[in-house]
Nanobody, 117 residues
């Protein structure tokens, strides 16, 4: 049974930093097939960090502030979030997909990130 467990969320002031972790177990996919999404109240879930063809991908909203890394030995990915803004407030989800697919079928429970102004 696949399990993705996020940790590291919390409350931070604008301009601050947080580091999220996501540990995977019971899986057959590579950590390069994992990524981070977020969903703010009233908004759709959006992809904010992943690897595409071994290159990192970030939307413009977080590019230059967020960094995704992975530790294949620990089956864990991380999201370093710097220069946080109030608009980064959301539930952050770790997700994974099987090799050769583009759909993320496995999801963590989510961790709340709140950025105060």
């Amino acid at each position: 049974q696949v399990q993705l467990v996020e940790s590291g969320g919390g409350l931070v002031q604008a301009g601050g930093s947080l580091r999220l972790s996501c540990a995977a177990s019971g899986h057959t996919f590579s950590t390069r097939n994992m990524g981070w999404f977020r969903q703010a109240p009233g908004k759709e879930r959006e992809l904010i960090a992943t690897w595409i063809n071994l290159n990192t991908y970030y939307p413009d909203s977080v590019k230059g502030r967020f960094t995704i890394t992975r530790d294949s030995v620990k089956n864990t990915i991380y999201l370093q979030m710097d220069s946080l803004k109030p608009e980064d407030t959301a539930i952050y989800y770790c997700a994974a997909r099987q090799d050769g697919t583009t759909t993320y079928n496995f999801w963590g429970q989510g961790t709340q990130v709140t950025v105060s102004s």
